[in-house]
């Protein structure tokens, strides 16, 4: 009886340790089983390019995918993501507490990325002038500096919500073509909507960007989900946060339009993990 009543035990706290697993972790075949009595370590199996995968290991544990470390959170979460043009598998290392190295391969899917014709785009945004290229470069350098931080928040744990509603009208990692000149491929998802539409925090963070008329974006502005996730929004019209406020899920921190490089209003919403760019609408489509 007592017997029965241990192993009855030892299957609920197995089961409650599985329930506090991202449902996407759980569902993963590729997970690695640590040693009797340690927590799991537990991955996807396999992802697309462009996903933000999130990941649990014992908490305490060192883990690394591609040469850069991961914080990990008290409770053993830990995300990272996978650049557009990232080969097959992604390698994890993990190095629990008590010692003993794992690696864990993710199977990475590789995606069609169709061409998009952009015209109508102002030309001083597509070949901007000379005298404007010390601007852009210090414009980058500032956004890029506004990436490289690895806050302890926990904002992008959260089930991300739109920003605004509306159609997709560009979406991520398309090559494209503005005006007849080849130009990078989509950095984020663009979602047309009414000049003026309030744009709302997809998950909670802090504003690391602020800035109403960069040349190429227009009005911009950063969020940091924390561990490396942020969000970006270009184009706006109108910016209702400023560099270091805390944001909450829903909140509205802007407005719509069409600034900078843009053809008409709607809101381009970009996603990294510190330089790797990620796809936002794999991240809404996050098994639940």
């Known amino acids: 009886m007592r017997s029965a009543v241990l192993a009855a035990a030892v299957g609920l706290v197995a089961a409650c340790a599985m329930a506090a697993l991202p449902s996407h972790a759980q569902e993963g075949s590729g997970a690695i089983d640590a040693t009797p ?171 690391t960007l602020a800035e109403p008329d960069l040349y190429i974006t227009g009005g911009t502005v950063l969020i940091d989900h924390g561990h490396g996730i942020g969000s970006n929004f270009l184009h706006m019209s109108r910016l209702d946060v400023q560099a270091g406020d805390p944001v909450k899920q829903g909140q509205v921190i802007g407005a719509v339009g069409a600034t900078g490089r843009a053809t008409g209003p709607h809101l381009h919403w970009g996603m990294t993990w510190f330089d790797v760019r990620i796809d936002p609408q794999l991240v809404l489509e996050r098994l639940r």
């Open 37 to 207: 009595g340690e927590a799991r370590i537990v991955f996807p199996a396999s992802v697309q390019q462009g996903a933000m995968v999130i990941g649990r290991v014992p908490p305490g544990s060192r883990v690394e995918v591609g040469g850069r470390r991961l914080r990990v959170t008290g409770y053993g979460t830990v995300v990272f993501g996978i650049g557009r043009d990232a080969g097959s598998p992604a390698r994890i290392t993990v190095t629990p507490p008590g010692g003993g190295e794992r690696t864990v391969e993710i199977a990475v899917s590789a995606r069609d990325w169709p061409l998009q014709r952009v015209d109508g785009v102002p030309p001083r945004t597509v070949e901007p002038p000379p005298e404007v290229a010390t601007r852009i470069r210090r414009e980058q350098a500032l956004v890029a500096a506004a990436r490289v931080e690895d806050r302890p928040l926990t904002g992008f744990a959260q089930h991300f919500a739109w920003p605004v509603e509306g159609r997709i009208s560009g979406r991520f990692g398309r090559a494209r073509v503005y005006n007849g000149k080849p130009g990078a491929p989509h950095s984020g998802m663009d979602i047309a909507a009414p000049q003026g539409t309030a744009i709302r925090a997809p998950a909670d963070g802090v504003v």
